[in-house]
């Protein structure tokens, strides 16, 4: 038999009954696993792990976890690189405190499992007659009918169809390539989207630029330089307000001085000039501003001509008017300065938005400014006349002005447009890492939406190959089920083929009345007194594998099957014990002859039990379940005698005894009183050893409690460590070796 081990089991327990933290890692040849329990260490819960996964209706977890703990969880894990079908299966089950447990069987078998309590359910609640109820239904079987010819269309379908995907497949391999060479994650939704089973489905993706154009503009992206600053935002800052300003000089007719005209038209090309004089002169009258020289009566009689002037009605206008043409000049030039700012706004938008080609919005090109310009010179012409004579009214200045108004409005509404489309280039530039991850979700979505084109033959060939594949599928299992065989049937047959295996004819089972007979007599209602203790766990591991038919729907499912069996030989003798286990080891025989392969775990406390199944090979791999602990077992199988002594042993090392101690005890000390002297009783022996005499409990131990009888005075944890200490001391001295190795 080859050594190799391609199955890992795993174990992973905790707070799951006695059991708190427990971990087994193993490999094996086969699921074929026996394990040997010591007393107290959870071997019930374990199987009732298993139980819950065939269960229809759980109470709430309490009653398996821990105490005073609110939380558990039972782990079983089969990894099989070699199986096929399935090569990860697992088992988990959540506890949580006042809830049902949580169970996701990921595993594809079906656990049938005996213990203690589908016995009590099934059989000792109905005093070992069991009831028919709830087996109904049919087994779909398998036809006779030849399908080898449909089986090989079949196959031909599906390798012509697989060789097809598998072209698919290599270009959805080199699309993903293409995308994770330009940065594309592939953790992104979009690109784990680009998949066989999308493509099949015809799943719509919107994106109207082609791929190498988002490519072009990704490329673009990536090229922009660090650090670049936003694009300036223009401000209008153009006061308009002189316009309404040469609307009232204009049509308005101011008087003329009265003071001499031609001594006026002097004055007014030096206005300014004077109007300062007379400033500086007010500070000071008693030289001249300028020259410093003191000032004699025909000038102060010209200074005051010069102060008569300049309060002068007209000297006011004159001075309004050149204020107006100030004004306009630097209208003329708040102008050309916008003009020429967002001229080197525009140059840096440009610049900027050659990144992002794919922003359709630019700023727009301003009209020629030159009409205006000539515009606002007319007005200064019309000043000019009006300052030579401002009596007049005769200027045609408001369509000129409202030109001039209707440009600035415009101008203002274009400057803000222009804002706008900044705002959004600015916003663009400065989120360029979402731009980049939204233009590669964009360049997966493109090239899905390629690869789906490209693909359309194939993925159509496909779907119409599957098509055949599935109505093939439906034709063979049609003819496989044309056989279906009755559950009830099928139970009842290998009920009676088992009682006859252990029992031969003394029992029968009446498959209409669904009953036990004992000599031609029903066991209706009295079936748990005619069975012995023996005989009632031989009935129920019968009535355990026939009923395996109540839970399997088609033929098929036999092969799913994963036995749980704690402890079935209780209160049996060896006859039977060993009975038991060789209908363990034929279960193919009364299931599906053509099964090979069945996987079971059997947990036992018998170590006779443990040793047929290990002799006879029975079990491919085998345990020992300790405190918290699956190990592997020692190859040599151990004798009774040295599993009662290492039971006796670990109490000694005051581990809590348990009702099966005093059992040990007898069991050691009378094995040791035969060997040493076979005509001598176990009393006398123990009278006559002072080492063993010393401890006053041991008579009382073996006599009343290694047979379960009730006693007056109860016997605390402390007596019973304290004899077993007693016999550690006596075995130490007088058989040292029996000790060695055990621990």
């Known amino acids: 038999m080859t050594d190799e081990k391609p199955i890992n089991i795993e174990f992973e327990i905790e707070n799951f009954g006695p059991i708190t933290n427990l971990r087994c890692n193993d490999k094996t040849r086969s699921l074929k696993m026996g394990i040997y329990a010591n007393n107290g260490v959870g071997k019930t819960f374990f199987s009732r792990a298993f139980r819950l996964v065939s269960q229809n209706n759980h109470n709430t977890s309490n009653n398996l976890l821990t105490t005073d703990q609110s939380k558990g969880k039972f782990t079983f894990k089969i990894t099989n690189e070699k199986d096929s079908e399935k090569p990860l299966r697992k088992l988990e089950i959540e506890l949580n405190e006042n809830s049902k447990p949580i169970i996701r069987n990921d595993t594809g078998y079906i656990f049938h499992v005996y213990n203690s309590e589908y016995v009590a359910e099934n059989l000792e609640k109905e005093n070992y007659n069991p009831n028919d109820n709830d087996i109904k239904g049919y087994i779909l079987g398998k036809s006779n009918i030849d399908l080898t010819k449909d089986k090989s269309e079949k196959e031909k379908f599906i390798k012509n169809r697989d060789k097809i995907q598998d072209k698919t497949n290599i270009a959805i391999i080199k699309v993903k390539e293409d995308l994770v060479r330009l940065g594309v994650s592939p953790i992104t939704n979009n690109y784990k989207e680009i998949d066989f089973n999308n493509l099949y489905k015809g799943i719509e993706k919107q994106e109207d630029k082609s791929f190498e154009s988002l490519e072009e503009m990704y490329q673009k992206l990536e090229s922009m330089p660090d650090g670049i600053n936003n694009v300036q935002k223009p401000n209008y800052t153009i006061n308009s307000a002189v ?97 020429n700012e967002f001229y080197e706004i525009n140059t840096q938008y440009n610049d900027i938005k050659k990144y992002f080609p794919y922003l359709e919005g630019e700023l ?241 406390h018998n170590l006779d039990f443990m040793n047929i199944l290990m002799s006879n090979r029975i079990i491919c791999q085998k345990y020992m379940f300790t405190h918290n602990r699956i190990s592997k077992w020692k190859e040599q199988l151990m004798l009774p005698y040295e599993n009662h002594l290492k039971d006796i042993m670990l109490v000694s090392e005051e581990r809590n005894p348990s009702h099966t101690t005093p059992n040990s005890i007898r069991h050691v000390l009378e094995t040791i009183c035969k060997f040493e002297n076979r005509e001598k009783n176990l009393d006398k022996y123990i009278a006559e050893t002072p080492e063993l005499r010393k401890n006053a409990h041991i008579p009382k131990l073996i006599q009343d409690l290694s047979h379960g009888k009730p006693r007056s005075d109860g016997l605390n944890e402390e007596v019973l460590i304290n004899a077993c200490s007693t016999v550690i001391d006596f075995i130490s001295v007088k058989y040292p070796g029996h000790l060695q190795g055990l621990n």
């Open 364 to 604: 727009k090109r301003f009209r020629d400014n030159e009409n205006v310009l000539k515009e606002i010179n007319e007005l200064m012409i019309m000043l000019n006349e009006k300052k030579e004579d401002i009596t007049c009214t005769n200027f045609e200045f408001n369509y000129h002005i409202e030109n001039i108004q209707k440009f600035l409005e415009k101008l203002k509404t274009d400057l803000q447009i222009q804002i706008d489309e900044i705002n959004t280039l600015n916003e663009t530039k400065n989120k360029i890492k979402d731009q980049k991850l939204l233009l590669r979700k964009r360049m997966c979505n493109a090239k899905f939406i390629s690869l789906k084109k490209d693909q359309k033959d194939n993925i159509q060939k496909i779907k119409e190959l599957n098509q055949k594949i599935s109505e093939k599928d439906k034709y063979i299992e049609e003819k496989e089920n044309e056989a279906i065989i009755n559950k009830r049937t099928k139970v009842v047959e290998t009920l009676k083929e088992l009682l006859e295996l252990f029992f031969g004819d003394k029992y029968t089972f009446d498959e209409d009345k669904f009953c036990i007979k004992f000599k031609d007599k029903y066991l209706y209602h009295n079936a748990t007194n005619v069975l012995s203790d023996g005989e009632k766990g031989i009935v129920a591991f019968c009535y355990y594998l026939a009923t395996v038919h109540s839970i399997i729907d088609k033929e098929e499912d036999y092969k799913k099957l994963f036995f749980v069996i704690d402890d079935p030989i209780s209160s049996m003798d060896y006859g039977f014990v060993y009975a038991v286990a060789q209908s363990i080891n034929t279960l193919n025989q009364h299931f599906d002859p053509e099964l090979k392969r069945f996987r079971f775990i059997i947990l036992t």
């Open 243 to 339: 316009l309404n300003e040469i609307k009232t000089i204009l049509c308005t007719p101011f008087e003329k001085s009265k003071l001499n005209e031609s001594f006026v038209k002097k004055l007014q090309s030096k206005q300014t000039f004077i109007k300062e004089g007379l400033n500086l002169y007010h500070s000071d009258n008693s030289q001249c501003p300028f020259c410093k020289q003191k000032l004699e009566k025909n000038a102060l009689e010209i200074i005051e001509l010069y102060t008569r002037y300049i309060d002068d009605k007209e000297a006011k206008i004159i001075n309004s008017i050149e204020t107006a043409k100030q004004r306009l000049e630097r209208l003329k030039t708040d102008i050309e300065t916008q003009y």
